[in-house]
């Protein structure tokens, strides 16, 4: 038998030697990690997308420059994802960012970082439909309507990465309204409602949403708003259990109702709900967002202030006008005793006329029954 081919053998050798160190390096060799020029990871929104696009976006100096040369930070933080109310429930990026599948990302077609966030903003109604659907029937959806880009959107209040329960803490909510409305805020801080709150931490003292809605906001200007005002105080006025804690009447709504300007609005409200009034409202005496207590000597219905409250409608009250006010409190011996002397006589006498007018009519009937009788029998 023929031996084998030693330099044959040497080659098959050399071949299986270098097969073999090859697959080793292979093996050693670390593995490529996903890199943005891939494209995103096949998994359902809000599946482990997060920490893929803050291997970028977790980078403090990424930016961008918009079309009118505004420079718009792309940093989001891991510890503000950590803290808003999406991230811990599962809701990642691509949740919102449904627009984005792969990179490079699709170019920016808007100008300016308005239009953009007014884009982004419409991924909230994939959720909270019911919040976006009453917020177009608001007067901030009617104002963006007119042309106002500036009308607030769901990401002006709550926040974008950041989203957070809106009412922790609760004042967070006038402060939130107050990035726009700067004057209302500085006011509302410094009235008995927005001192409780904001000083003292006050839970029961209403803040702008209880007056004015959440997302159907209506605009307080008109004649519908105005007439409704009485039962919005009413909320927490006409609430005994909540009054008993402060030292205040409850009897506040039931007495203005029964009053001259009560009476006037109910009126209206009934017959004309839309028809502009002037018979006075709560916050035309108390103020709006200005509200103090009325010991406070600023306060509209202070007694010292108190005519000239009155004369803003009354132009011609004379100085004993308010003499006849006793305030939204019942007439007592204690608070008015005069008052309470003569509406005692009178619902006294009153009383007696009453029953001696009846008194006279029914004896006036038996005469005439009993004279009847007696010439029917002659």
Known sequence: MAKPDISLRAAMLVALGALIVAIGLALAAPVRASSPADSLPNARPGQGTEAYCLSCHGQ?????????????????????????????????????HTDIKTYPHPAIDYANR??????YYLACRKCHSDNYEKSLDSMHARAAQAGNANAPICTD???AHDVRPPDQPRSHISETCGKCHTQILADYRNSIHGSALIEQG?????????????????????????????DLC?????????????GLSADVYNLYNISWHGVDVSVYKANWPTIWHESAVCTDCHGI??????????????????LATCRKCHADAGPNWVDAWTGHNRISPRRTPFLYTVEQFYSTFAS?????????????????VAGRVRRSLR
């Open 202 to 230: 006050n839970p029961d003292v209403p803040v702008c949403t209880d007056c004015h809605g959440v997302h159907n906001i209506q605009d307080p200007r008109t004649a519908q708003f105005r007439i409704e005002t009485p």
């Open 114 to 119: 308005r239009e953009l966030s007014r884009s």
């Open 157 to 159: 209040c709550h926040g």
């Open 289 to 306: 967002h200005n509200i103090l207590a009325t010991g406070n000597p600023a306060s509209q219905v202070n007694p010292v202030n108190l």
């Open 60 to 96: 403090p100096d990424l930016s961008m420059t918009l079309p009118d040369g505004e420079a718009l930070s792309l940093y989001v933080s891991r510890q503000t994802l950590d803290a808003s109310i999406h991230s811990p429930l599962g809701i990642e990026c691509q949740a919102c």
């Open 234 to 246: 009413a909320g927490c006025h006409a609430n005994s259990e909540l009054m008993s804690k402060y």
């Open 352 to 368: 007696l006329v009453l029953w001696l007018s009846v008194i006279y009519v029914v004896l006036q009937i038996i005469r005439a």
